[in-house]
T-cell receptor, first 113, second 109 residues
Framework: DADVTQTPRNRITKTGKRIMLECSQT?????MYWYRQDPGLGLQLIYY???????NKGEISDGYSVSRQAQAKFSLSLESAIPNQTALYFC????????????FGEGSRLTVL | GQNIDQPTEMTATEGAIVQINCTYQ??????LFWYQQHAGEAPTFLSY??LDGLEEKGRFSSFLSRSKGYSYLLLKELQMKDSASYLC??????????WGAGTKLIIKP
């Protein structure tokens, strides 16, 4: 089983719908991240959390919100999806040291029509 | 602004050697990372450099020059399974990762 699990893996939705992407991890890491990946662009950080009570905006947080329900769970919501949020979304975790190695989930491909 | 530059695409031959370059301009520096990403899959960690010099790990090596803002990933004895995108990322002074757009490496028989 994967250490970092994302659901759903694929989702097609319509403009204006609310979407939640869920991430759970069994690595025991405190730090969790949500990234989006678009063709021709680097990974862009949406939100990150260093523990259950800590939520931080990344470089592209507008239109997104997150919830850190437990150490192992970090969910990403699109309150009202729009077509330019069509992308591949990755959840990632890292250990407590500042070495930066990230462990990624398998990705959630979201299409907004 | 912060910037990571790497070639968009490279082609190499099975069994050969290829060098993928990465140049960066960031607010501070706390390490440089290389990740491998096969199409449709998650990135996986390859290497981490924080001091100048060459780090070797099997067929893969990564080099860093902090004074030049430059790194390269060297892949030897190329195999077809090495066809993937290679992502360069730099950790800035706030310990945030800044990512390059990735280099798609195509291996030909």
């Amino acid at each position: 089983d994967a250490d970092v699990t994302q659901t759903p893996r694929n989702r097609i939705t319509k403009t204006g719908k609310r979407i939640m992407l869920e991430c759970s991890q069994t690595k025991g890491h405190d730090r969790m991240y949500w990234y989006r990946q678009d063709p021709g662009l680097g990974l862009q950080l949406i939100y990150y959390s260093f523990d259950v009570k800590d939520i931080n905006k990344g470089e592209i947080s507008d239109g997104y919100s997150v919830s850190r329900q437990a150490q192992a769970k970090f969910s990403l919501s699109l309150e009202s999806a729009i077509p330019n949020q069509t992308a591949l979304y990755f959840c990632a975790t890292s250990g407590n040291e500042d070495t930066g190695e990230l462990f990624f989930g398998e990705g959630s491909r979201l299409t907004v029509l | 602004g912060q910037n990571i530059d790497q070639p968009t695409e490279m082609t190499a031959t099975e069994g050969a050697i290829v060098q993928i370059n990465c140049t960066y301009q960031t607010s501070g520096f706390n390490g440089l990372f290389w990740y491998q990403q096969h199409a449709g899959e998650a990135p996986t960690f390859l290497s981490y450099n924080v001091l100048d010099g060459l780090e070797e790990k099997g067929r893969f090596s990564s080099f860093l020059s902090r004074s030049k803002g430059y790194s390269y990933l060297l892949l030897k004895e190329l195999q077809m399974k090495d066809s993937a995108s290679y992502l360069c990322a730099v950790m800035d002074s706030n310990y945030q990762l800044i990512w390059g757009a990735g280099t798609k490496l195509i291996i030909k028989p």
